[in-house]
C-alpha cells in the first residue's frame, strides 16, 4: 500500500521518512517546489534528536498527484486544510480515508468534506521543524494518539498503529477529540509565549499563573461542550482545573523539564512569525475556541488578547516583548 503524505514540513516530514525507513511505500506531496526537487535529488534528511538519518524518497506537487489513494496523513497547515482535502477528495480510493496530523480541530473539517467514515483523528505532540529544502530538524520525542471520530477500535485504526509506529510509540485512544481539546488548552499557553522571544520552557515558568488561566479559558469551552479533556507530556488540564496550587506547580514543573530537555525551545507560531515571516494558525487554533466560547456566551478575554496581539505581530503592527505578557495579564484581570 501507498501512503501519501500531503505537507512534507516538520511533522510530515519526520512521519513520513520514518516509515519510508522502515520499508513502507510513501509519497510527499508539497506545495514547496524546491522542497520537492531536494528531496527527489537527495532523499529527505532527518536532523537531531536520537541522530541523523537521509531516506531516499518520492515527492510531487498538489498538481502531479494521481489517484487512487489509499491512506493519505495530512500535515498542512490548519488554515490549508480544506483546500488540500478538496484537491485530493476526488482521488480518494473507495476505502481511502485521511489522517490529520495537523495541529487544531481539523477533523471537523475533514468529515464534513468527505465524511465521518473517512477521516482518523490523530494527535501529535512531538518536536520537529522544517530547517531548509530536503532537511527536517527532530526536536524530540512526545504523545502521538490516533482514534477513529466515533471512538472505536476498528482494524483499520490498528492497522495505521502498526504502520504510524515507524516513528516511534503510537496509541490508539477512544477519546481522540479529548486530547485534541487538550492539546487547544496547551497551544494556546504556546501562542502566548510566541508574544515574546524567551524559550517555550522559560516563559511558561516564569509566568506560571498567566498560562494555567490562558489553559482554563480553552478548558472552560470544552467543559460547556461535554469534552472529557485529555492530559499529555506533563499537561495536566484536570489539575489547571482542580485550583490545586501545589498540585498544579507540580504539573508545571514537569512540563518545564520536559521542555528542558528538547531540542527545539520555540514553538513552531515563533518561526512562522520571526523566521518564515508567515500567517499562524491563530484563527484555527485559539480563535476557533475564541468564537466557539462566545457562541456559548462565555468570556475569554485572554484568548480575545492573544488572537489580536499575534495578528498585530504578523501585521508588523506589534514587536514580541515580555511586556506583551504583561498586558496580557491585565487585559484578563491578573495584573
Known amino acids: 500500500m501507498r501512503y501519501v503524505v500531503i505537507g512534507a514540513g516538520a511533522i510530515g516530514g519526520t512521519v513520513g521518512a520514518s516509515m519510508i525507513r522502515a520499508g513502507h511505500d510513501v509519497l510527499f506531496v508539497d506545495l514547496d517546489a524546491d522542497h520537492v526537487r531536494a528531496i527527489n535529488q537527495r532523499g529527505l534528511s532527518i536532523r537531531g534528536y536520537g541522530g541523523t538519518f537521509t531516506v531516499e524518497a518520492k ?3 498538489p498538481g502531479q498527484l494521481q489517484g487512487p489513494l489509499d491512506v493519505v496523513l495530512l500535515a498542512t497547515k490548519a488554515q490549508a486544510t480544506a483546500s488540500a482535502v478538496a ?3 476526488g482521488l480518494l480510493a473507495p476505502e481511502g480515508c485521511v489522517v490529520s496530523l495537523q495541529n487544531g480541530l481539523n477533523e471537523i473539517t475533514i468529515s464534513r468534506m468527505i465524511g465521518a467514515e473517512r477521516t482518523v483523528g490523530c494527535f501529535v505532540n512531538f518536536s520537529a521543524d522544517y530547517v531548509e529544502p530536503g532537511l527536517i530538524h527532530y526536536g524530540g520525542p512526545g504523545a502521538f494518539y490516533i482514534g477513529e471520530l466515533d471512538g472505536t477500535i476498528t482494524p483499520r485504526l490498528k492497522a ?5 509506529s515507524a516513528w516511534g510509540q503510537v ?3 477512544d ?3 479529548g486530547y485534541l481539546w487538550g492539546k487547544q488548552g496547551y497551544g494556546a499557553m504556546l501562542f502566548a509565549t510566541s508574544l515574546t522571544n524567551e524559550s517555550m520552557g522559560d516563559c511558561i515558568d516564569q509566568n506560571r499563573k498567566l498560562m494555567v488561566a490562558i489553559a482554563r479559558e480553552v478548558l472552560s469551552v470544552a467543559k460547556r461542550l461535554g469534552i472529557q479533556v485529555k492530559g499529555f507530556d506533563g499537561y495536566d488540564p484536570d489539575l489547571y482545573m482542580s485550583g490545586d496550587e501545589a498540585a498544579i506547580n507540580a504539573s508545571l514543573d514537569r512540563l518545564v523539564a520536559i521542555r528542558a530537555k528538547d531540542e527545539k525551545k520555540h514553538a513552531g507560531i ?7 515571516k508567515r500567517k499562524t494558525e491563530v484563527d484555527q487554533q485559539p480563535g476557533m475556541v475564541l468564537a466557539e466560547g462566545e457562541r456559548l456566551g462565555l468570556k475569554l478575554p485572554l484568548l480575545k488578547g492573544i488572537v489580536r496581539m499575534i495578528h498585530e505581530v504578523e501585521d508588523g503592527r ?3 516583548s515580555t511586556e506583551n505578557l ?3 495579564a491585565r487585559e484578563g484581570g491578573l495584573a
Not at 495505521?160 to 504510524?164: E, H, T
Not at 515563533?270 to 518564515?276: A, E, K, S, T, Y
Request: proline letters at 0%.
Open 87 to 89: 484537491s485530493i477528495k
Open 175 to 177: 477519546n481522540i477529540f
Open 270 to 276: 515563533w518561526r512562522d512569525l520571526v523566521i518564515r
Open 59 to 61: 515527492a510531487v506537487e
Open 326 to 328: 504583561a498586558e496580557l
Open 171 to 173: 496509541q490508539m485512544t
Open 318 to 320: 506589534r514587536e514580541l
Open 160 to 164: 495505521l498503529q502498526d504502520v504510524l
